[in-house]
């Protein structure tokens, strides 16, 4: 089993920045991919960005593009997601996964609101 605990999320006036972190604990070892998506207030769940847990490759939403930035800390088992210029419409839930050869893993969210 892995454990994931986001933190970062809060209030933030559009045009700020966030950066969410997400600590893996428990198994580890054999975590191969890590994601971050988002919930927005009656939407479904989608996608905003991977990362290969080598670091070798990293996928965003086209939307997100050039405003967000995903990363990890192997040392640390963090993810990071660092988002820039931030408007209403990013507001969200947002949720850490990672998986690995038999599951994957969801955080309990953390929520990011932005102003306008």
């Known amino acids: 089993q892995v454990q994931l605990v986001e933190s970062g999320g809060g209030l933030v006036q559009a045009g700020g920045s966030l950066r969410l972190a997400c600590v893996a604990s428990?198994?580890?070892?054999?975590?191969?991919?890590a994601s971050w998506y988002r919930q927005a207030p009656g939407k479904e769940r989608e996608f905003v960005a991977l990362i290969l847990w080598s670091g070798s490759f990293t996928s965003y939403a086209e939307s997100l593009k050039g405003r967000f930035t995903i990363s990890r800390d192997t040392g640390r088992n963090t993810v990071y997601l660092q988002m820039n210029s931030l408007t209403p419409e990013d507001t969200a839930i947002y949720y850490c996964?990672?998986?690995?050869?038999?599951?994957?893993?969801w955080g309990q969210g953390t929520q990011v609101t932005v102003s306008s």
């Open positions: 996964t990672v998986a690995d050869p038999q599951s994957r893993y």
């Open positions: 428990g198994r580890t070892f054999n975590i191969r991919s």
